[in-house]
């Protein structure tokens, strides 16, 4: 397989990935939810792509990421902007200091869920005059950034079976 | 600048504009963003399916579970169904004693000169024929031996033997007793008196009827009084056939009580009652 072709195999794989993650997000997550908070399975995925395929990735795959999560909440312009910002600076970062492992992905997904929801509190709650930002950082972000660890190695050995986290040579 | 050279910065900031254009855009038309838009209607059927499914399938354990909940309601259901087949047995049978008791209580008020004392039946004959039977009343109420016993819709016989707490009453199918009747249409009289024959069917035969009485099927026959035994006046049965005897110098008639012999559950035992009834029928 050539990298063209390997190129194209990664970002079908990961758009199918982040459709399906969504939906399966959208519908069946909340079934593994432990006190009102469930995990975020596209973060964990978006970090995970980013750190073995780069910034062009995170980006690409941020924006994706950003219109999906985005549908419906009112606010579909920010997340989009936000996580494509997010994702390339995130693969940025990765191509300089951080090695893809599992243990890497787990901790990046953990602050990539907080950075993300305070993010998301600031812009939604935060600029409209809503206090509570502690409450919502132990009631809400910290506990998903915690989750989204848990859950993370699952998202890294999927797709480490299905060949999307193999490098593609320049 | 160089960094504006960068594929990836060049997409961000492409991204960028095109939200901001999206946004700025879609505030002045009041659209919606077209390009969220779009995804939701292709993914939407997707979540629809998965969430259906995900709800069919929810719903099996809660077959389960539903189902002993719907088996414990139906043993409550069935328990409570029971009791109020029970209190609707109750009820049946408090509407037939009433009206059993209102027949007796008309019975007392036809006859004012009848000294009554009610029982209830206790055992019954134990042998293959119904003749007779033990009521719950004896001496100590005052029931003497040959004090006649009735219903309310007929007379059954007599009181044979009386303990203090019980006494023994023998019907009158009872091969050998004989009870002073007449027709209550034409006032022709004959005597009742059992038979063997007509025992097992639950008739008696009213005999010695005069070839010349005018009797007819259906007529009522009642007691004639005669003897003092039985008070005149009280309903004996009903004529079913009528026959000339053998000897073909008086008629017969076979007689299906008004009481139900077979299933007699109280019965008024007439204590005393006027002679004048007994007697103006002689």
Known sequence: ?170 | MNFLKNKVVIFVITVIVICIMLSILGNSLGAGNPVSNTVGIVLSPFQKIITSTRRGLESVPHYFTDFKKLETENKELKEHLSDLESQLRDVERYKLENVRLRKLLDLQNGHPDYEIEMAQVLAYDPGNWFTSFTIDKGSLTGIEKMDPVITGEGIVGYVEEVGTTWSTVVTILEPGVTVGSMVSRSRDVGILEGDFELLEKGRCRLSYIPKSANIIKDDYIETSGLGGVYPKGLVIGMVEEIGLESHGLSQYAVIKPAADLSSLCEVVVIKSFSEEGAASGQ
């Open chain 1, 1 to 170: 397989m050539g990298n063209k072709e390997k190129y194209i195999n990664v970002w079908t794989v990961g758009m199918f990935a982040f459709i399906l993650l969504y939906i399966l997000q959208t519908t069946l997550a909340d079934i593994i939810e432990i006190g009102g908070i469930k995990p975020d399975f596209m973060i964990c995925a978006l970090v995970c792509l980013t750190m073995m395929h780069g910034d062009m990735a995170g980006a690409v795959f941020g924006t994706v990421c950003g219109i999906l999560l985005g549908l419906g909440t009112g606010h579909d312009y920010a997340y989009t902007v936000v996580l494509c910002i997010f994702g390339a600076v995130l693969g940025f970062l990765s191509r300089i200091y951080l090695r893809l492992s599992l243990f890497n992905m787990a901790v990046v997904s953990g602050a990539f869920s907080v950075l993300i929801n305070i993010v998301i509190f600031f812009f939604t709650y935060g600029l409209m005059g809503q206090s509570g930002f502690f409450f919502a950082l132990w009631r809400v972000i910290l506990p998903e950034a915690v989750y989204t660890i848990a859950v993370s190695p699952i998202i890294y050995l999927i797709f480490f079976r299905i060949k999307v986290l193999r490098p593609i040579e320049e």
